[in-house]
């Protein structure tokens, strides 16, 4: 059964940092490029940052780029976004994503709120 539980979300003033975990298991995670997706009040679930499966390639939305960084442990199964200078705008749930088997899945969500 694959789990994807994201943690370390939480309420922190514009200009904070904050740093998401989600463990994985169930599946072959070295084997899977893992994803993370954010969804505001009213909004599409957008992509935020992707890493490759062996973690030397990343990719970030224009948005997040240069603030957001995303990062791998294979030997934990975990994978982690750490967010750095976090404005209003950044405020939303955070998903942690694999796509496995033809098959997408999503953890249940971390709420990040950014505000003073």
């Known amino acids: 059964q694959v789990q994807l539980v994201e943690s370390g979300g939480g309420l922190v003033q514009p200009g904070g940092s904050l740093r998401l975990s989600c463990a994985a298991s169930?599946?072959?995670?070295?084997?899977?490029?893992m994803r993370w997706y954010r969804q505001a009040p009213g909004q599409e679930r957008d992509l935020v940052a992707d890493i490759s499966r062996g973690g030397l390639v990343t990719k970030y939305a224009d948005s997040v780029n240069g603030r957001f960084t995303i990062s791998r442990d294979n030997n934990r199964d975990m994978v982690y976004l750490q967010m750095n200078s976090l404005a209003p705008e950044d405020t939303a749930v955070y998903f942690c994503?694999?796509?496995?088997?033809?098959?997408?899945?999503w953890g249940q969500g971390t709420q990040v709120t950014v505000s003073s």
């Open positions: 169930g599946f072959p995670f070295s084997r899977s490029a």
């Open positions: 994503h694999a796509f496995i088997w033809n098959t997408d899945y």
